[in-house]
């Protein structure tokens, strides 16, 4: 097949991104970031609430009139919502070649391929029963300071509102070697930061190595500086997490740790498998070893029967903890999940107002917690020149925090250097090296 120009457009988590440049390899393509420029148009879909879902859709109608304009211009969707709906995508929209489910992706070069060879021939591959899942690594531009390695597939947790284990399948934990061989490869690209990606990257494990394990042999990788993880289910932090962590000179100082809900009978709901009293004592623990830990996590407001005052211990749980940042959600009813069966849905019009509530303190807590680091100084991996300001570069902390720096030149790019924070916003600071 002759080198092909592909433009990939991307929604959804960390594991979508990866997924991207995955794809982008797995087509030995070549990336342009212009679609009229691309012989192929690849939208990469989320399906994990309604409205990401309608997007997907929308953002392949887009592409119809570059077709028009060349029929052998090649469009496919991948990603959770061709996994969810296949065949009737391929129905609902003309112009649209071919779907093709996350597990799939090893098999996208054969698709293409035969597509090229029968111009008539549509395709729909959603099946799951995969078995190089793993297979193709993702495409790293050279010199790029941060890379993903995904270390898991899948998820085998049974949370009530979560349709990822209907369009990812359950979880398949990737060999050891092979989580090694790819962060190598993507060191040797330049990469001096490693993401290690899973739906519940702390439950990972692999012949009788466990995930702390694993941080212990990520620590030996030469020219690896840096090396973060997402994302980790509460239940599995155990003590051994917590110590690994802690006496790993590579882990960063940031846990994403999402809680869902600040009450007992929603998490009970929800099947979480924890109590709020686990969670706090976890993080309690991890602060214990870890004082300059970062934490955040992901909130849904609005599940089924969620009472005013489940809301509000959920609004005392983050005035407790004082999260660095939450993403929160309205719930969305999900096909095929056993939330989709409940019934005392919660009214729109409350659900988002408690949505903003949540939302309006979290962003007073966040600038309150950066406030604080005013005048401190930080080691900072810097990533880039930043777009729109020549001589600004930005780069972030261990605990994950962007900060945007003048007075350094390109040389600095890759390196970790010292900064003092000058000036803190809610979600950025401005440093000057020291
Ligand atoms: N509705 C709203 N939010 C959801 N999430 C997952 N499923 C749903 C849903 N049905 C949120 C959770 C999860 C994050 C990635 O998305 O908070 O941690």
Sequence with gaps: MEKLSIFVETYGCQMNEYDSDRIINSLSANPVKDPSDADIIIVNTCAIREKADHKAVSAVGKYKKLKIKNPNLIIGMAGCVAQLYGKKLIKQIPHLDFVIGPREIPKLRDLVFDIKESASHRKINTSMDVEEVFQISPYHETGKVNGFVSIQQGCNKKCAYCIVPTVRGSEINRPLKEILEESRLLINQGAKELTYIGQTVNSWKYEGERFYNLLDYLQELDGLERIRFTTSFPRDITSKMINSMKNNTKVCRQL???????????????????????????????????PDLSLSTDIIIGFSDESSKDFEETMQLIEDIKFDTIYSFKYSIRPGTSGELMDSHVNEDIALNRLHKLQSRQREISLENNLKQINKRYKVLVESETKNNPNEFFGRTSQNKAVYIKNIDKKSIGEIINITKTEAFQNSFIGEPT
Aim: charged share 30%.
């Design 256 to 290: 994403h740790l999402p809680v869902q809900s600040g009450s007992n009978r929603i998490l009970k709901l929800m099947k979480r498998a924890y109590s709020i009293e686990w969670y706090k004592d976890s993080i309690e623990r991890l602060r214990d070893a870890m």
